[in-house]
């Protein structure tokens, strides 16, 4: 007997009859998987098809994307061979309710639970029995099959696990089946978190009671309401910010979901798409309806699509996971590269980044990372013609920098997209490149409308380093370590344009640092720092921003002070202030004589939250203005 049996694994497109109906060697099979309770239904054919098959549903099906060719006959028999036989008489053959989703215990099916307990423990393993159970006797037939199958609740944690996810979206939550497995899976930092979308309260309720139980309560935000106004609400702040996301809601609106996740997705980041088999319809034109339509097209339209690598995964009804490949452009908006992976050493001109950024080079190296240098080298020429006449080549030489900062930008991503181990470090950034760009217009190299345009091409580029490490050290002492690197370009160096430079680096330090987003290690570099002292400082992060002093020099500290700030501000900046009031606060303080600096932290950076943006916004102002009333007025003076 030449016989297959095909399978979707935990399919329920079983119509009992087709398949009773062929050989007889897989109706023994088939009967013992039910008396098991076994999710999978098998769909068997003869070599020769027609025999088994006068239903043209079981064509369709077998020739859908989804159908898989599991075992030769003889591996089944094989595996059901211990299989119990009891009460199967007793089943009602198509009651599919039955056997739709039961928790599996068989031995040989063990493998669908984790054994070791460490991405499902005990509480998540229970909870997940439980979201079954209730699933499936409290809810109707229809919606109950709502919910995803165990394997591929399985195959969710996988991927979210092997992909070291943290920040997860899920666009359907129902009663939360598969929220618990991607929960359970992510990332076990206080940074993890899975936002749910869904708009039926009830349902949200229940699972909301479910991640209670699986201790899992704290690392999800349910978004109540509408998944569209949800997902456009995220894009606002959160593109490129996601590294999994599950879509599992309507399907008339699959491309909508598809366009917008894969907007919010990472480069590298993954997207799983339900349902994609439909019962095999999304493969039988026979089916226009907007259901099998929604996700048709959206299949039709992934073929075609070079921002991601796509794989159908015949399991269930079908799913599709896609992998968000890096462009060729710096300027999309949802180009945020791999997390932790990106450093950027910032400092004034000689101050010490390309010794730096050697060291660390080598350090990461025996720490079992690749890293690799990305830096602009200019045309050695240019950079001449630019220090002997700024006012001439200001604007032109700035343009040049900004579009070698910007291919530093997509050939980093490249490089971090090849392997996990990769670790980019940028020597002077997009980021410093903009300071160089806007003290020089400052300065009168550039005419505003010129700065206007670089503004607005600068603005095209999506940078986001994982740590910025800012070097200090004063003018002067970059001045002296220039002269003695004695680069031929940079022999007319003047002191006023490194104090200009160091006045511009200080105010956008100031402004990344309270934006947020990046960490930010500031190191005293009157004495060089080492590699070794950054990354230690890095390995014990807990902080979103260090000010690291590794001398006793007190020169540069009071540059630096207004970053050092009572606890009560803290408490103060939640309460919502006036810029008066905050003015007054800075000054009773007594900040501006502050010249005790240690380690310091900034811990409401990592919950902006209690913070509103007009606070945000008051409090860099303000701080900025100190900075400039304080230290900068000379330099004011000086440039005017
Ligand atoms: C297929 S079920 C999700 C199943 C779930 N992922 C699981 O494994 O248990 C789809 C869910 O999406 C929700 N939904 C459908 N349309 C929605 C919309 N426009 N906004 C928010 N949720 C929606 C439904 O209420 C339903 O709970």
Same mark, same amino acid.
């Given at each position: 007997m030449n016989a297959f049996l095909y399978g979707v694994i935990g399919q329920t497109y079983q119509r009992n009859s087709y398949t009773v109906?062929?050989?007889?060697? =897989?109706?023994?099979?088939? +009967?013992? =998987?039910?008396?098991?309770?076994?999710?999978?239904t098998l769909i068997a054919c003869t070599n020769d098809n027609q025999q088994v098959n006068p239903n043209p549903d079981l064509t369709s099906l077998l020739s859908a994307p989804?159908?898989?060719?599991?075992?030769?006959? @003889?591996?089944?028999?094989?595996?059901? +061979?211990?299989?119990?036989?009891?009460?199967?008489?007793?089943?009602?053959?198509?009651?599919?309710?039955?056997?739709?989703?039961?928790?599996?215990?068989?031995q040989k099916f063990r493998f669908l639970q984790d054994l070791s307990g460490v991405i499902w423990n005990e509480k998540v393993a229970e909870a997940l029995k439980h979201i079954r159970e209730l699933t499936l006797t409290q809810f109707p037939y229809e919606e109950a099959c709502m919910m995803i199958s165990p394997e591929q609740g399985k195959f969710l944690s996988f991927l979210v696990r092997a992909i070291g996810a943290r920040r997860c979206l899920e666009i359907g939550t129902f009663t939360g089946y598969s929220s618990v497995c991607i929960a359970a899976a992510m990332r076990e930092d206080n940074e993890s978190i899975l936002y749910c979308?869904?708009?039926? @309260?009830? !349902?949200?309720?229940?699972?909301?009671?479910e991640w209670t139980s699986a201790g899992l309560l704290d690392k999800v935000r349910l978004v109540l309401g509408d998944a569209m106004t949800a997902l456009q609400n995220l894009a606002v702040e959160k593109r490129g910010w996601f590294d999994f996301i599950f879509v599992d809601a309507e399907k %008339?609106? /699959?491309?909508? /979901?598809? *366009?917008?996740?894969?907007?919010?997705?990472?480069?590298?980041?993954v997207l799983c798409i339900d349902d994609t088999c439909w019962s095999g319809r999304v493969a039988d034109e026979k089916y226009q309806d907007s259901e099998t339509l929604g996700i048709r097209d959206l299949l039709d339209f992934m073929q075609q699509d070079s921002r991601v690598f796509a794989c159908p995964i015949p399991i269930f009804d079908g799913m599709v996971v896609a992998l968000k490949l890096p462009t060729t452009s710096h300027c999309d908006k949802s180009q945020i590269l791999l997390s932790q992976k990106i450093i950027d050493v910032e400092g004034n001109i000689a101050v010490g980044k390309t010794c730096l950024v050697q060291s660390l080079l080598s350090r990461l190296e025996t720490r079992g990372m690749t890293p690799c240098v990305f830096e602009e080298d200019p045309n050695h020429a240019f950079l001449a013609a630019f220090y002997d006449k700024p006012e001439t080549f200001g604007f032109s030489f700035q343009m040049y920098m900004l579009k070698l900062a910007?291919?530093?930008?997509?050939?980093?991503?490249? /490089?971090?997209?090849?392997?996990?181990?990769?670790?980019?470090?940028i020597d002077r950034s997009v980021w410093g490149n903009r300071v =160089?760009?806007? $003290?020089?217009?400052?300065?009168?190299?550039?005419?505003?409308?010129?700065? *206007?345009? !670089? @503004?607005?091409? !600068?603005?095209?580029?999506?940078f986001q380093p994982d740590y910025l490490i800012y070097l200090d050290a004063s003018p002067t002492v970059c001045l002296e370590r220039a002269k003695k690197r004695g680069r031929s370009a940079e022999q007319g160096l003047q002191l006023s344009y490194l104090e200009a430079l160091d006045t511009f680096h200080l105010q956008h330090l100031?402004?990344?640092?309270?934006?947020?987003?990046?960490?930010?290690?500031? =190191?005293? $570099?009157?004495?060089? $720092?080492?590699? %070794?002292?950054?990354?230690?400082?890095?390995?014990?992060?807990?902080?979103? $921003?260090?000010?690291?002093?590794?001398?006793?020099?007190?020169e540069r500290k009071e540059y630096l002070w207004f970053l050092h700030l009572p606890e009560d501000c803290y408490y103060k900046m939640a309460k919502g202030m006036t810029n008066e009031e905050w003015f007054d606060l800075l000054y009773s303080w007594n900040l501006f004589q502050t010249t005790e600096i240690t380690d310091i932290c900034l811990p409401w950076l990592t919950s902006q939250d209690q913070v509103t943006s007009y606070q945000y916004q008051a409090f860099k102002r303000l701080v900025c203005f100190a900075l400039s009333a304080s230290i900068t007025v000379q330099f004011y003076k000086h440039i005017k």
């Open positions: 109906r062929g050989s007889k060697s =897989f109706v023994k099979p088939l +009967k013992l =998987f039910k008396a098991n309770n076994i999710t999978n989804g159908s898989l060719l599991l075992h030769d006959l @003889e591996t089944i028999h094989q595996l059901v +061979k211990d299989m119990k036989e009891e009460s199967f008489e007793n089943q009602k053959e198509d009651d599919d309710s039955k056997i739709f989703g039961r928790t599996l215990t068989e979308l869904e708009h039926n @309260e009830s !349902y949200a309720r229940t699972a909301q009671r %008339e609106k /699959y491309r909508e /979901y598809y *366009e917008i996740s894969l907007a919010l997705l990472r480069v590298g980041g910007q291919q530093v930008v997509i050939k980093s991503q490249h /490089y971090l997209f090849r392997d996990s181990s990769n670790v980019a470090l =160089f760009a806007e $003290c020089n217009y400052h300065l009168g190299n550039f005419s505003r409308e010129e700065y *206007e345009i !670089y @503004e607005s091409v !600068y603005n095209e580029t999506q100031i402004s990344t640092i309270f934006e947020g987003r990046v960490k930010v290690l500031v =190191f005293n $570099c009157h004495i060089f $720092c080492t590699a %070794e002292q950054i990354l230690e400082k890095m390995r014990g992060d807990s902080y979103d $921003c260090k000010l690291i002093w590794n001398d006793q020099s007190t």
